[in-house]
């Protein structure tokens, strides 16, 4: 029978991880509602934005923007990998990482020059673990990432594909759907011709047949919306990304913490009958010790 002194501190020890792990699912909790929150308003501004793009291309145009046109024979390419900075979130970094390396993979069979970016400390350990050079890490995203930062980023993006640096770009996200529902997805951004073309199949005949007039030009509109398009896409991933990281981090945590539960539940038993064996064990010695007084 295991010592009910042992016992006893190791119960106590448990108890005080449950504390840290229920505190920890409380703080993601309130986190994960805040990210929704951001996540849900950008959805909408991005939908809208999105509906934008679609009625223009769907109006007949007869105008062209450097990113929605695809290239041929793309030779470099760069791959965006969203993952977290802290962990105790499950599976969520794995999940995006064993999504990220096969395409990484396929797309270095294929294109002569492929790039890796990573925001999140664990993103880019895992795919130095992995043998995989990271080029640029970013690391200062947390819960709530700002649209600013974003922007940065995507401006660097913009001018890389303008310029002819890049001919692609990949970003290896988890895109979060419900509370009880999250993907790690790989969504291509650039070029945006494939936004143009899955909105305009989804559009009705109605859309289809509007008429608009340009102010001063749609060359001029273009130039706006089109780049804006991309960094609000890329923005959701952000956030997509953040609010997936909360949930993950909520649901580990709430189950650290029931198993910390029956863990004490577990261990108050045994060390209930370690005193007991230890309590009759000692009476047992004062019983033999009197007999033997006795006699």
């Given at each position: 029978?295991?010592?009910?002194?042992?016992?006893?501190?190791?119960?106590?020890?448990?108890?005080?991880?449950?504390?840290?792990?229920?505190?920890?699912?409380?703080?993601?909790?309130?986190?994960?509602?805040?990210?929704?929150?951001?996540?849900?308003?950008?959805?909408?501004?991005?939908?809208?934005?999105?509906?934008?793009?679609?009625?223009?291309?769907?109006?007949?145009?007869?105008?062209?923007?450097?990113?929605?046109?695809?290239?041929?024979?793309?030779?470099?390419?760069?791959?965006?990998?969203?993952?977290?900075?802290?962990?105790?979130?499950?599976?969520?970094?794995?999940?995006?990482?064993?999504?990220?390396?096969?395409?990484?993979?396929?797309?270095?069979?294929?294109?002569?020059?492929?790039?890796?970016?990573?925001?999140?400390?664990?993103?880019?350990?895992?795919?130095?673990?992995?043998?995989?050079?990271?080029?640029?890490?970013?690391?200062?995203?947390?819960?709530?990432?700002?649209?600013?930062?974003?922007?940065?980023?995507?401006?660097?993006?913009?001018?890389?594909?303008?310029?002819?640096?890049?001919?692609?770009?990949?970003?290896?996200?988890?895109?979060?759907?419900?509370?009880?529902?999250?993907?790690?997805?790989?969504?291509?951004?650039?070029?945006?011709?494939?936004?143009s073309?899955?909105?305009a199949?989804?559009?009705?005949?109605?859309e289809?047949?509007?008429?608009?007039?340009?102010?001063?030009?749609a060359?001029?509109?273009?130039?706006?919306?089109?780049?804006?398009?991309?960094?609000?896409?890329?923005?959701?991933c952000?956030?997509?990304?953040?609010?997936?990281?909360?949930?993950?981090?909520?649901?580990?945590?709430?189950?650290?913490?029931?198993?910390?539960?029956?863990?004490?539940k577990?261990?108050?038993?045994?060390?209930?009958?370690?005193?007991?064996?230890?309590?009759?064990?000692?009476?047992?010695?004062?019983?033999?010790g009197?007999?033997?007084?006795?006699?």
């Amino acid at each position: 029978m295991a010592n009910a002194r042992a016992l006893d501190k190791r119960r106590k020890s448990i108890r005080n991880i449950r504390k840290i792990t229920r505190t920890m699912e409380l703080i993601a909790t309130a986190r994960y509602k805040k990210a929704m929150d951001r996540a849900q308003a950008a959805t909408a501004y991005t939908d809208q934005i999105t509906k934008i793009v679609k009625r223009l291309a769907a109006a007949g145009l007869d105008v062209k923007h450097p990113l929605l046109e695809p290239r041929d024979n793309p030779n470099k390419a760069r791959v965006l990998v969203l993952t977290s900075n802290r962990g105790l979130c499950g599976g969520y970094n794995g999940n995006v990482l064993r999504t990220a390396m096969p395409r990484i993979r396929d797309l270095r069979d294929t294109i002569d020059e492929v790039a890796v970016d990573a925001s999140g400390k664990r993103g880019v350990n895992g795919l130095k673990f992995r043998k995989t050079l990271v080029d640029n890490a970013y690391l200062g995203f947390e819960d709530q990432p700002a649209y600013d930062e974003v922007e940065k980023i995507a401006d660097q993006y913009l001018t890389e594909y303008v310029t002819g640096k890049i001919d692609r770009l990949d970003v290896v996200y988890t895109k979060f759907i419900s509370t009880s529902r999250q993907i790690a997805t790989i969504e291509t951004l650039l070029p945006l011709g494939s936004l143009s073309d899955e909105e305009a199949a989804a559009s009705d005949d109605d859309e289809k047949s509007v008429e608009f007039e340009f102010l001063p030009s749609a060359e001029s509109i273009l130039e706006e919306v089109v780049p804006t398009s991309f960094k609000v896409r890329l923005f959701k991933c952000f956030l997509d990304a953040a609010v997936s990281e909360q949930v993950a981090r909520m649901i580990a945590m709430k189950g650290a913490t029931e198993n910390a539960g029956d863990m004490i539940k577990q261990l108050s038993m045994t060390y209930n009958r370690a005193r007991q064996s230890q309590i009759t064990g000692e009476i047992m010695e004062i019983i033999g010790g009197v007999e033997a007084l006795a006699k």
